[in-house]
């Protein structure tokens, strides 16, 4: 028997929090290096350089700068996705005239994922604008774009509330949901794919591939998704760090600026730690969603 539609969007919600916090914890420092790379590619020669500078500058700490918010940020988006994610699966059922139980086909799916990031965009948005912030705000004070940096997160808020009001939370907002919707139709549709590939070869379901393939399906859905979507996140990274010193230009605006003065390989600094990250962190975030959700759909069950 299916839950009780309120019970399962609370089952979604709870196990997108458990992967999302999964998610941050294996890759954080992977993630300030890509961020700083996207906002001073000139800065560091390559992945490696970054990481040792970083950890040179200001020591471990460096590489967890914006944890909290990062935090806060994957939990929230993911909650959100993963429960809209389940809801704009009915829909998809309702809209195909399937049962409400009926098995979606993977780009189904994926569709549904595609759909969901956009209400996930309007809880990420605020959080991750205050986490790149800190993660680049060595490089702001260092590169004289501000003259005082702020190191916690209470003092980014207050700054954004102070200098840009309520609506300086969401610069970036149109750039994350353009990078969202065709990236989780990527993500969701190379994770389904992946374990149909892998059910059909271990000859079993889709819920029994066991972990290993559950945690590389998910970080094949991640890298589908970043190889897509990419350049969009540069460009999202540049305009919530560089908003810090004033008016900072929109998405095109800032896509045609990054591509004229500094060449199209610009909008791919930090492609490397975001390559190497994304199977342990999304592989994580996957194997805490559909472990959690299992016991939780167990017990209801039961």
Known sequence: MAPHPVIQAIIDLSAGAIGGAACVFSGQPLDTAKVKMQTFPTLYRGFIHCVM???????????????????????????????????????????????????????????????????????????????????????????????????????????????????????????????????????FGGYELSRTAFADYMKCDKED??????????????????????????VKSRIQVMSMTGKQAGFFKTFMTIARTEGVRALYSGLTPTMVRTFPANGALFLGYEASRKLMMKQFED
């Open 209 to 234: 591939i066991g972990v290993a393939p559950i945690v590389f399906s998910g970080g094949f859905g991640g890298a589908c998704l970043w190889l897509v979507v990419y350049p969009m996140d540069c």
């Open 53 to 187: 500078s970083t950890y040179r500058q200001v020591g471990v700490r460096g590489l967890y700068q914006g944890t909290t918010p990062a935090l806060m940020a994957n939990i929230a988006e993911n909650s959100v996705l993963f429960m809209s994610y389940g809801f704009c699966q009915q829909v998809i059922r309702v809209v195909a005239g399937l049962h409400s139980n009926a098995v979606l086909s993977d780009m189904q799916k994926a569709c549904a994922g595609s759909v969901a990031s956009i209400f996930s965009s309007l809880v990420l948005c605020p959080t991750e604008l205050v986490k790149c912030r800190l993660q680049a705000m060595y490089e702001m004070q260092a590169s004289g774009k501000i003259s005082q940096s702020q190191n916690s997160v209470w003092s980014v808020v207050k700054t954004i509330m102070r200098n840009e009001g309520p609506l300086g939370f969401f610069q970036g907002l149109t750039t994350t949901i353009a990078r969202e919707v065709p990236g989780y139709f990527c993500f």
